[in-house]
């Protein structure tokens, strides 16, 4: 008997081994209807520059989920520097600054209250809060011509 109850285990799938113990399956397309596994527990917010929707792949933090309490935000931003472009979330929320050199597509929060999104590069003490997954060209294109109005939202 216990042979059987072995047997019929081993021919179990991945898919309810993995349901069997308490797997999420969180499953979304990319836009051309092909699904992509999302990691558990990962943090999900739909970001705009201008009318724009950017890819995000957000950390998953304390300070991410503090900005996520707060949504609905429309913010304005400023080109500062030639690489960046930086406004005010209008509170303080939650923050882990370290000393950090920036990349281009960079979201960071900056003294608590400031969002900055970065189409060149800075060394400075900021929280990460994630990565917009384009070239540097496209964020280039998005960012550095003129001041940007971004929403962040819930997917």
Not at 24 to 29: L, P
Not at 32 to 60: C, F, H, S, Y
Not at 133 to 153: F, G, K, N, Q, W
Request: proline share 2%; hydrophobic share 35%; charged share 25%.
């Amino acid at each position: 008997m216990s042979m059987v109850l072995l047997l019929a285990g081993c021919g179990a799938s991945q898919a309810e081994k993995a349901d069997s113990l308490g797997a999420r399956h969180d499953i979304q397309t990319d836009g051309t209807g092909v699904p992509e596994q999302r990691e558990e527990g990962a943090i999900t917010m739909m970001l705009k520059i201008d009318n724009t929707v950017v890819p995000v792949k957000w950390e998953q933090s304390a300070s991410t989920e503090a900005l996520k309490e707060i949504l609905p935000l429309t913010i304005s931003m400023s080109r500062y520097g030639d690489f960046e472009q930086v406004g005010s979330i209008g509170r303080i929320i939650y923050r882990e600054d370290i000393q950090t050199t920036t990349n281009f597509g960079d979201i960071v929060l900056y003294s608590g209250d400031k969002i900055v999104i970065f189409y060149g590069s800075n060394t400075w003490s900021y929280t990460r809060l994630g990565h917009i997954e384009l070239s540097e060209e496209e964020m280039a294109e998005l960012l550095s011509h003129s001041d940007v109005t971004i929403t962040i939202s819930e997917e």
